[in-house]
């Protein structure tokens, strides 16, 4: 969601650093039912939430089909649905514009702003599912939408918004996609498209996968040639650690042709080498590949995209093995990659990485599309608050808006709650 109203913060600690309410899935259920009835006059047909997520690590590598490990956050999208008798669709969320239009008008180019990733995977379905829909291709619905995902932050609020509606539709219309992985997997792609050719933001699927097949406990290690998936247990607690994640307020968006255009650089030198996607470059002969490049940042974004692949596998293998804490100089690695090759970091996100490493944390790194949004590190559990503090410090001596944080703990998938 490109535009929105920052997430509420919580009151500052006296050392001044901020942090996002704690999830509450009682009250935004109770919200987002109010707000559809005051909006549209009756019951919704049920509540249904989606998740944002935070990647571990394997940054910009899911277009590329590579490999990346993200993780289900705790913090939601919450959706109020219900199908109407005619075509129509009906959106409303608080602090944004709402929308209306009839579903069989919704076309790539055709609705702009927060809309188009909501009514994008009604369309998404069509194209997709025209045949299991056979005449509910075209039935309208009314939806409401609270959101405890930071917005702008790099923490796919986009992808739970499409995600949560995805969910929604599913069940009133009866596909019966959610009720296994398989059809988790297909509706995930539908929301992918709704992104990718609605909202025009060129994502790669991480994502919505994360969303809809995230598990509390456990990461995902997504490979996104096929995009199979194999959970792996996390459970930084257990470690005595946390995953700090620090909103930097610099604001994300995918919009805006910087993801885009890296996106295409990087399709182009697969053309070149010869491949069809970046991932399917052997490491050991990552050199002769970059010596047949002409252009220094195609090399230089070749160079990230076979190294983080390489991290990821090395990272899931320590997790695999219980050795949470050897993480960090995997995480410090993967950020050096994005801020030198893929020069996708930016003054605040580099800042709260030294800053927390400074600070005590093992590792930290940007997550997400970059460009703004958010960092994590990886942090002694009892260190948290402080490790915050320190940041929320550095960011007010460097002129920086004051930074917000939350702690991602490994949950749940998109889900019927009410």
Do not use: K
Not at 45 to 64: M, S
């Amino acid at each position: 969601m490109s535009e929105a109203v920052p997430a509420p913060l919580a009151d500052p600690a006296p050392s001044g650093a901020r942090w996002y309410p704690a999830p509450d899935a009682l009250n935004a259920v109770a919200q987002v039912a109010q707000d559809f009835r005051a909006a549209f006059g009756r019951a919704p047909d049920g509540v249904w939430a989606a998740p944002g997520r935070v990647n571990l690590i394997g940054e910009h590598v899911d277009y590329n089909g590579g490999l990346c490990l993200p993780m289900a956050l705790p913090h939601r999208t919450f959706v109020a649905l219900a199908l109407r008798s005619d075509d129509r669709i009906g959106l409303v969320s608080r602090g944004l514009p709402p929308w209306q239009g009839r579903r069989a008008e919704v076309a790539p180019g055709t609705v702009d702003g927060w809309a188009g990733y909501a009514a994008g995977v009604a369309w998404a379905l069509t194209e997709q599912f025209a045949e299991q829909l056979d005449e509910r291709r075209e039935t309208g619905f009314d939806a409401a939408v609270v959101s405890q995902v930071p917005i702008g932050a790099g923490l796919s609020s986009s992808a739970a918004l499409e995600c949560a509606v995805g969910s929604a539709l599913d069940d009133v219309l009866g596909l019966g996609l959610t009720d296994t992985d398989a059809g988790r997997a297909a509706l995930a792609a539908a929301c992918v498209r709704a992104e990718n050719e609605i909202a025009g933001a060129p994502t790669g699927g991480m994502d919505q996968a994360a969303s809809l097949r995230g598990r509390a406990g456990h990461v995902l290690l997504l490979d996104c040639r096929d995009f199979s998936v194999r959970p792996v247990p996390f459970d930084a607690g257990a470690h005595g650690l946390a995953v700090l994640v620090v909103d930097t307020r610099a604001h994300h968006a995918l919009v805006d042709g910087q993801y885009g255009s890296r996106r295409e650089v990087c399709e182009d030198a697969a053309r070149r080498l010869g491949v069809h996607r970046l991932a399917e470059i052997d490491p050991a002969g990552l050199e002769q590949a970059l010596a047949r490049l002409d252009a220094d940042e195609s090399r230089r974004l070749v160079r990230h995209v076979v190294g983080e692949i390489e991290r990821v596998r090395r990272a899931a293998a320590l997790l695999d093995a219980g050795d949470v804490r050897a993480l960090g100089p995997l995480l410090d690695a993967s950020h050096a990659s994005l801020r030198d090759d893929y020069e996708v970091s930016c003054a605040e996100l580099d800042l709260a990485c030294d800053t927390a490493l400074a600070a005590g944390a093992l590792g930290a790194r940007m997550t997400g599309g970059g460009f703004g949004g958010s960092a994590i590190a990886l942090v002694e559990g009892d260190a948290a608050t402080q490790v915050a503090e320190r940041v929320s410090g550095a960011f007010a001596v460097a002129g920086f808006d004051p930074p917000a944080f939350l702690l991602a703990v490994p949950s749940a998938a998109a889900e019927r709650v009410a």
